[in-house]
T-cell receptor, first 115, second 109 residues
């Protein structure tokens, strides 16, 4: 069964360092999402791509976060510099074109700890 | 803005039914979802219901939607220890999912 892949699964970094997370969506899925899940809360959308274009990045802290999906397939989320409050689980999800309301498939997530 | 609320914790005995409740504020929600998250893992879509439905059943899972009261529930029949997890309610009227804070279900023997 096809799955969303994410790496690394865990990342520990010191504040002010740069970190990057990678996501490979299910093959053929046009829509890709990055969510942040703070411990004890539900996920919140950071950025949504349709193919290589950003559809919604209204909740992305653009002073330190960036996301790209250059070829419309895999995606990278970067934080520079990392802050203590960025400690969270970062989840990637994907969905087929024109069915994104019905199904979003989530990857296992990258757990980030900023010291 | 949109808001989704859930109770934080539910404890049930193995074999009993579990009912997890959720309330939402956005009356324009078109899809409502239940996701399951096991420790350290991503989210698994359990089921979803379209807003023009009031009930959906899928094996041990029954979803009830009261659109007038903006109340969604998930009933798990014959709850097993493997059902222990955090359950998230979510809604959308676009592609952007709005999640609740999650309900931790603990199943004891």
């Amino acid at each position: 069964e096809a799955e969303v892949a994410q790496s690394p699964r865990y990342k520990i970094t010191e504040k002010s360092q740069a970190v990057a997370f990678w996501c490979d969506p299910i093959s053929g899925h046009a829509t890709l999402y990055w969510y942040r899940q703070i411990l004890g809360q539900g996920p919140e959308l950071l950025v949504q791509f349709q193919d290589e274009s950003v559809v919604d990045d209204s909740q992305l802290p653009k002073d330190r976060f960036s996301a790209e999906r250059l070829k419309g397939v895999d995606s990278t989320l970067k934080i520079q510099p990392a802050e203590l409050g960025d400690s969270a689980m970062y989840l990637c999800a994907s969905s087929p074109r024109d069915r994104s309301r019905e199904t979003q498939y989530f990857g296992p997530g990258t757990r980030l700890l900023v010291l | 803005g949109e808001d989704v609320e859930q109770s934080l914790f539910l404890s049930v005995r193995e074999g009993d039914s579990s009912v997890i409740n959720c309330t939402y504020t956005d009356s324009s929600s078109t899809y409502l979802y239940w996701y399951k998250q096991e420790p350290g893992a991503g989210l698994q879509l359990l089921t979803y219901i379209f807003s023009n439905m009031d009930m959906k059943q899928d094996q041990r899972l029954t979803v009830l939607l009261n659109k007038k009261d903006k109340h969604l529930s998930l009933r798990i029949a014959d709850t097993q220890t493997g059902d222990s997890a955090i359950y998230f309610c979510a809604e959308t009227d676009t592609d952007k999912l709005i999640f609740g804070t999650g309900t931790r279900l603990q199943v004891f023997p």
